[in-house]
Nanobody, 121 residues
């Protein structure tokens, strides 16, 4: 069993920054990929970014150049640094665990409870 706990969400003005954290327990963290997804009201969950065990990263086109995913295996934690935030980034953000970094949400085995990010215009 894997437990994931996200934190760092909040309310920020457009153009601002936030850093989300996702602390993992219950598995050898460094071997697995970690992904970030988000879901806005009335919309489907969408891929944001992912990092595999060796540090390789993939991003959704909508966040490239603005968001950075990273991990600290010593702390069993993955981060999502979000810069130049836009109102359309408003959503609940979730982290998840998978064998490899992928954009497909149905590939991920475990999910956190989510953290709300609200970007005001």
């Amino acid at each position: 069993q894997v437990q994931l706990v996200e934190s760092g969400g909040g309310l920020v003005q457009a153009g601002g920054s936030l850093r989300l954290s996702c602390a993992a327990s219950g598995r050898t963290f460094s071997r697995y990929a970690m992904g970030w997804f988000r879901q806005a009201p009335g919309k489907e969950r969408e891929f944001v970014a992912a990092v595999n065990g060796s540090g390789g990263r993939i991003y959704a086109d909508s966040v490239k150049g603005r968001f950075t995913v990273s991990r600290d295996n010593a702390k069993n934690t993955v981060y999502l640094q979000m810069n130049s935030l836009k109102p359309e980034d408003t959503a609940v953000y979730y982290c998840a665990v998978d064998q490899v970094a992928t954009m497909r949400s149905d590939e991920y085995d475990y999910w956190g409870q989510g953290t709300q990010v609200t970007v005001s215009s």
